[in-house]
């Protein structure tokens, strides 16, 4: 471990009263298909200091069969500083990578950013400078979830409660300090390209993934508190499910690859799931195991009422479906990636 990748408490305090050079910065956002939401993300990045225009900003695209580039396209006339990279392999986990290896050489610090998301002021330039600050790895923020249409309202509501998320830290969290996961917004490029990045067969739970490596290779991640997001969450129960699935099968894999225990908010989407197909079967023969099924089917109804009340919104009464399939999603992906043989 080389003396550039840990810096000692003497250090730390010296990078606490010097501005980052935004010559060291490289942003990255990964799209695919974002031409909805693509335009506010990059003007929200380039809100504040003027710093902001010296940092190289590259959306590295998947091949998005919409207006995502176009849109880029246009908008480098107002930012020269903004870039497009092409993403062939279409993940995030690629694009990532693919961004690294062609960092200018002044680089030093990675910023990801997602287009689902509206960032505060100086965000870019926040997080490098968290991230030297605390001398840490990695820098990890929280995400507020804030809703448009109806079901996305609903989604923004309960997905940052134990019910949603499990009371993940970096899901609404108010707490600054170390962890061992949280969502992505920085890293030091030393770190990153020492343990080899991204695993690009992760299509989701990348991020997960490399923190687990992260944390065996000695590195260290941060969570900020006081830098945070808004993101909006998916808007219909068919993309939900097929975001969450995914989550479960990544994290399966996750477990599967290094040996990583469950925690308690991620086993109880397995309790409701293979407890209420449980009493379904069993009630075909003693029908009070109806209890399990209708018992969760219960909370979630009210959680519905609790979030409509909270919020006072009928919107909210859409809670429980999005709780529900949130859950019951991720405990399917998680089971049938669990069972299926070898690395997928």
């Known amino acids: 471990m080389t003396r550039d ?9 010296a990078n606490a009263m010097t501005q980052v050079d935004p010559a060291v910065i490289l942003a990255v956002i990964p799209t695919l298909n974002e031409a909805r939401h693509i ?3 990059i003007r929200s990045l380039m809100a504040g200091s003027p710093a902001l225009r010296a940092v190289p900003v590259v959306v590295a695209d998947g091949g998005s069969s919409d207006d995502t580039v176009a849109i880029v396209e246009r908008l480098k006339t107002e930012f020269p500083n903004l870039g497009v990279l092409h993403n062939p392999k279409r993940l995030q986990a690629a694009a990532l990578n693919l ?21 505060p002021e100086n965000f870019i330039l926040d997080v490098a400078q968290s991230l030297v600050d605390n001398g840490a790895a990695s820098l990890v923020i929280p995400m507020d979830a804030a809703g448009e249409t109806c079901f996305e309202k609903a989604n923004a509501w309960i997905v940052d ?18 962890v061992d996961h949280g969502h992505h917004a920085g890293f030091d490029l030393a770190w990153y390209r020492r343990i080899g990045g991204y695993d690009e067969t992760f299509s989701h739970n990348e991020d997960a993934e490399y923190d687990v490596r992260l944390g065996k290779a000695g590195g260290r991640v941060y969570l900020d508190a006081g830098i945070r997001i808004q993101y909006i969450p998916r808007g219909d129960v068919r993309r939900l499910w097929k975001q969450y699935a995914a989550y479960g099968r990544g994290r399966a894999r996750n477990a599967k690859l290094h040996g990583t225990k469950l925690k308690l908010r991620q086993m109880a989407p397995i309790v409701a799931l293979l407890g209420s197909a449980a009493g379904c079967v069993i009630a075909l023969v003693f029908p009070p195991a109806l209890i399990l099924p209708l018992g969760y089917v219960a909370i979630l109804a009210l959680s519905s009422a609790h979030v409509a009340i909270k ?34």
């Open 5 to 13: 990748m840990i810096k000692t408490e003497d250090e730390r305090t």
């Open 39 to 41: 335009e506010t993300c």
């Open 99 to 119: 961004a690294a290896a062609g960092a200018p050489d002044a680089a030093t610090i990675l910023v990801r950013c997602d287009a689902h998301s509206i960032y």
């Open 161 to 178: 409660t134990p019910l949603g998320s499990g009371g993940a830290a970096h899901r609404g969290g108010k707490t600054s300090g170390w």
């Open 311 to 344: 919020h006072n919104s009928t919107c909210g009464l859409l809670a429980g479906i999005v709780a529900g399939t949130m859950h019951l999603s991720w405990a399917w992906g998680f089971l049938g990636q669990a069972s299926a043989s070898g690395r997928q």
